[in-house]
């Protein structure tokens, strides 16, 4: 019973007065003075410093030629991939084709965008289907397959310069940039032809440009080999010619 009571009424102070009497023995301690050193940072090498210079600059030029052999490999399987299909399309002029697209269809996103035409011409890095009086124009790195539609279909003859009017003939040779600058035709057997440079013909006239997730009609104002400005509503809308799905003008 005494036990208990000890237990119930001792308490453990709240607050030690300063003047307490010490019961625990506890020895008088000061905290030494501190004294100033040096401080120095911890080596980031073994290496002597020039050696370590010399190791840090090959490093860097270690990872940058892998960056550059990554991108370029990048660029190498597109450039494949836009040959191969440049290749199929210009042995397919005059042809009825279905494309697929890699875009999502607008009704069915799960599914994707089909496109059709009769193939008019095969650019660097474009094709042009027509469709009555309209143009379609589709970046070759878009299409994931292209189905033919005519298997027996008489193709158009190609843009050859074996067979020429003698006139013309003359004039390419004689007043050779003056006469190709004007055709695209004979941009593209001569030099080739990219997408943004034959959208230079197209500047002041309409253009609808079809992107994965929406739709600008307006009036083509600039080409660049990247992009597309085209004002609509009184604003001008740049387009990365990476984010077209095609393009549709009409003659």
Do not use: Y
Request: net charge negative; hydrophobic share 35%.
């Amino acid at each position: 019973m005494a036990k208990k009571q000890v237990r119930e009424t001792f308490r453990c102070p709240e607050i030690v007065p300063p003047d307490a009497p010490d019961d625990f023995c506890i020895p008088e301690f000061r905290c030494p003075e501190r004294i100033e050193t040096f401080k120095f940072p911890s080596p980031t090498s073994c290496l002597p410093p020039e050696e370590t210079e010399e190791l840090e600059a090959r490093i860097d030029a270690a990872n940058e030629l892998l960056l550059d052999l990554g991108l370029s490999a990048r660029r190498e399987d597109e450039e494949r991939r836009e040959e191969a299909r440049r290749e199929a399309f210009e042995g397919l002029i005059g042809q009825n084709v279905e494309v697929e697209l890699d875009c999502p269809n607008e009704n069915n996103p799960e599914k994707n965008r089909v496109v059709k035409g009769r193939v008019h011409f095969a650019g660097e890095d474009f094709v042009i289907l027509r469709r009555n009086e309209k143009q379609v124009l589709i970046p070759l790195l878009k299409i994931c397959s292209i189905d033919l539609q005519n298997r027996f279909a008489e193709p158009e003859e190609n843009q050859q310069l074996i067979d020429i009017d003698p006139c013309l003939r003359r004039a390419i040779t004689f007043n050779f940039g003056e006469v190709v600058s004007q055709s695209p035709q004979l941009i593209e057997i001569f030099f080739g032809l990219r997408l943004g440079v034959f959208l230079l013909t197209f500047l002041d006239q309409r253009i609808k440009a079809v992107l994965e997730d929406e739709v600008i009609a307006g009036k083509l104002v600039e080409a660049t080999q990247d992009s597309l400005t085209v004002c609509q509503n009184g604003g001008n809308h740049e387009i990365p010619i990476d984010d077209v799905c095609f393009l549709a003008i009409t003659d």
